[in-house]
């Protein structure tokens, strides 16, 4: 059924030796078999580049990408993949962490609601589909069924981007995406916050974001991810050391999502994307607020009806507005 179809999977890797050979064994076991799988290491000094040598020599369809730029970070990491997917026409994109493991219908379950959604609303519509998440031990045994509800994370059906110039509800590494969405989105801006993020704004606001609520992905918890497993109830108890993080990286979160919304509007018009006025007023509105001074930023939030998932997300986002003097988003 895929036979026709270029499939890239994206796999960025740092220091994940423990775990990655079990996620491209997953990756090996898809009931989809023609993909071929991007690897770019990013500096790894634990054994991760002779897990992955070993794949590559072995599986034709492996490749570990080779070259001198050194160290990117994660999101200059998937953004080089996302530069070499691009400049070899791939027609679907998956993103791979190094430490999850993938259910064995992972691939084609969304290929084929993401074709779907193709036939509904057309080849040419940049569109994004995701799934939940599993959350378990590093011996892979469950903790909690849905990443999106222990995370206290809810799919925005009816107006995602409201909520995406704020907030992420997009978990990368349970996401495919179409060609469309790979040519709006690449390059990646060096200075957007993640690479899902930023992939989610740009569907949301020049195309569709679909969501299968099935765990097609088991979400490994160690000690160099936990933080990105928090329950719900940890990260809203003001006494925790969730809450004390999440505090002092608000600021980064909020002017970093007004920077997205000046990025993505400039990305458009350079590009011509079809996009519908009222998305191209919230993105040129809310990349206004990093020259408004903190009342009148509050009253913009208010006024485009902007909003997080939660009370506690909300209260913040209200609270960093207030707090941070203008002109305070980065450039």
């Given at each position: 059924m895929f036979d026709a179809v270029h499939i890239a999977i994206l796999l960025g890797t740092y220091n994940g030796g423990r775990f990655v050979g079990e996620q491209i064994q997953s990756i090996q076991g898809q009931t989809v078999s023609t993909w071929k799988l991007l690897i770019r290491d990013d500096g790894s000094q634990d054994g991760t580049m002779e897990v992955i040598a070993d794949f590559s020599r072995r599986d034709e369809r492996i490749r570990c990408i080779g070259d001198r730029l050194g160290r990117l970070g994660?999101?200059?990491?998937?953004?080089?993949?996302?530069?070499?997917?691009?400049?070899?026409?791939?027609?679907?994109?998956?993103?791979?962490?190094?430490?999850?493991?993938?259910?064995?219908?992972?691939?084609?379950?969304?290929?084929?609601?993401?074709?779907?959604?193709?036939?509904?609303?057309?080849?040419?519509?940049?569109?994004?589909?995701?799934?939940?998440?599993?959350?378990?031990?590093?011996?892979?045994?469950?903790?909690?069924?849905?990443?999106?509800?222990?995370?206290?994370?809810?799919?925005?059906?009816?107006?995602?981007?409201?909520?995406?110039?704020?907030?992420?509800?997009?978990?990368?590494?349970?996401?495919?995406?179409?060609?469309p969405l790979l040519e709006l989105a690449n390059p990646l801006p060096a200075d957007v916050i993640m690479h899902d993020w930023w992939l989610a704004l740009c569907a949301a606001a020049c195309g569709r974001i679909e969501y299968l609520p099935h765990a097609l992905v088991r979400y490994r918890q160690h000690g160099a991810n936990q933080i990105g497993a928090e329950g719900f109830f940890t990260m809203v108890?003001?006494?925790?050391?969730?809450?004390?993080?999440?505090?002092?990286?608000s600021g980064y979160y909020v002017f970093g999502s007004i920077r997205h919304a000046a990025l993505l509007g400039e990305r458009v018009a350079s590009l011509n994307i079809p996009c519908s006025a009222e998305a191209l007023w919230l993105l040129k509105r809310f990349?206004?607020?990093?020259?408004?001074?903190?009342?009148?930023?509050?009253?913009?939030?208010?006024?485009?009806?902007?909003?997080?998932?939660?009370?506690?997300?909300?209260?913040?986002?209200?609270?960093?507005?207030?707090?941070s003097p203008s002109g305070a988003v980065p450039h």
């Amino acid at each position: 059924m895929f036979d026709a179809v270029h499939i890239a999977i994206l796999l960025g890797t740092y220091n994940g030796g423990r775990f990655v050979g079990e996620q491209i064994q997953s990756i090996q076991g898809q009931t989809v078999s023609t993909w071929k799988l991007l690897i770019r290491d990013d500096g790894s000094q634990d054994g991760t580049m002779e897990v992955i040598a070993d794949f590559s020599r072995r599986d034709e369809r492996i490749r570990c990408i080779g070259d001198r730029l050194g160290r990117l970070g994660v999101v200059g990491n998937f953004g080089e993949l996302m530069r070499i997917a691009h400049a070899e026409g791939a027609d679907y994109i998956f993103f791979s962490d190094q430490d999850d493991v993938w259910v064995s219908n992972k691939i084609a379950n969304q290929l084929t609601y993401l074709k779907e959604m193709e036939s509904q609303h057309g080849q040419k519509t940049p569109i994004l589909v995701y799934s939940d998440l599993e959350v378990v031990t590093q011996q892979l045994e469950g903790t909690h069924p849905s990443f999106m509800s222990y995370q206290g994370l809810t799919h925005e059906s009816r107006d995602p981007l409201r909520v995406l110039l704020t907030q992420n509800f997009v978990t990368g590494c349970a996401t495919v995406i179409n060609r469309p969405l790979l040519e709006l989105a690449n390059p990646l801006p060096a200075d957007v916050i993640m690479h899902d993020w930023w992939l989610a704004l740009c569907a949301a606001a020049c195309g569709r974001i679909e969501y299968l609520p099935h765990a097609l992905v088991r979400y490994r918890q160690h000690g160099a991810n936990q933080i990105g497993a928090e329950g719900f109830f940890t990260m809203v108890n003001p006494l925790s050391e969730a809450s004390e993080r999440r505090l002092g990286r608000s600021g980064y979160y909020v002017f970093g999502s007004i920077r997205h919304a000046a990025l993505l509007g400039e990305r458009v018009a350079s590009l011509n994307i079809p996009c519908s006025a009222e998305a191209l007023w919230l993105l040129k509105r809310f990349a206004a607020c990093a020259y408004e001074g903190r009342f009148r930023r509050l009253w913009t939030v208010f006024q485009l009806r902007l909003r997080r998932q939660g009370l506690f997300r909300q209260l913040l986002l209200y609270w960093r507005l207030l707090v941070s003097p203008s002109g305070a988003v980065p450039h």
